[in-house]
């Protein structure tokens, strides 16, 4: 009889630990949807891609693929929005939402991509972008990533001075302040060479100045922080 009731009350405390755990949505769709010029989805496997003429919902670590004079836009559920240029190919990653906010993961393979990363209701959003030159940790800020070949571009352009957390080449590390551009040349693993220089301006951001021109416009009439 006692070891029947001794069972009985481990099975209810299992029970009651099971029913307290923090409710996580886990991973969600994403709405990928094509700007301009054309726009593909890959599987994860890469075997396999079809044309987006509109917008898809999509599964993650799946691939993202426009061609020249092309744009893609990434919607997620904590309204972020990360839009894709032309000529890129991002691996989408995961996106989670928790009860301290959302994270996500996305690999610009090649090609460059515009952030909007926001904090929802006050929750924390932690998005991470790697490139084959580095990792760059993303904190509530709107800024832009450009990678081709073993160089990677990042500005930050609008945030604070610690939004943008980047781990570069052999363990190299810093914050991009804002209104700041750094160019990294180099590989993972490896010393890489970093420069820095004020201003959000070349051609290599030109293909996201309208983006950048509405978002700042958003940000005049309160719309966004």
Not at 98 to 106: F, L, P, Q
Not at 172 to 201: C, F, L, N, W
Request: proline fraction near 4%; charge should be positive; include cysteine.
């Amino acid at each position: 009889m006692m070891r029947k009731l001794a069972v009985a009350t481990l099975l209810a405390v299992a029970l009651l630990a099971v029913s307290v755990r923090p409710v996580l949505s886990g991973p969600v769709e994403l709405i990928l949807q094509r700007l301009s010029g054309q726009l593909d989805y890959e599987n994860a496997a890469g075997n396999e891609s079809r044309p987006i003429a509109g917008q898809l919902a999509v599964q993650a670590r799946g691939y993202a693929l426009t061609r020249a004079n092309s744009m893609a836009a990434l919607d997620l559920p904590d309204s972020s929005v990360v839009s894709i240029g032309a000529s890129s190919r991002v691996r989408l990653g995961h996106f989670d939402r928790e009860r301290w906010g959302s994270s996500a993961t996305m690999t610009i393979v090649d090609g460059a991509v515009h952030f909007a990363v926001k904090h929802p209701a006050g929750a924390r959003a932690n998005y991470t972008f790697i490139t084959p030159v580095s990792q760059i940790a993303v904190r509530g800020t709107e800024g832009i990533i450009v990678t081709r070949g073993d160089e990677t571009i990042i500005a930050c352009v609008h945030g604070t001075k610690n939004d943008i957390y980047v781990t570069y080449g052999a363990n190299q590390k810093m914050y991009v302040p804002d209104g700041m551009t750094v160019r990294i040349r180099g590989r993972m693993g490896h010393y890489a060479e970093m420069s820095m220089h004020p201003g959000i301006a070349g051609s290599e951001f030109a293909q996201f100045s309208p983006v950048m021109a509405r978002h700042h416009a958003m940000r005049m009439r309160g719309l966004e922080k």
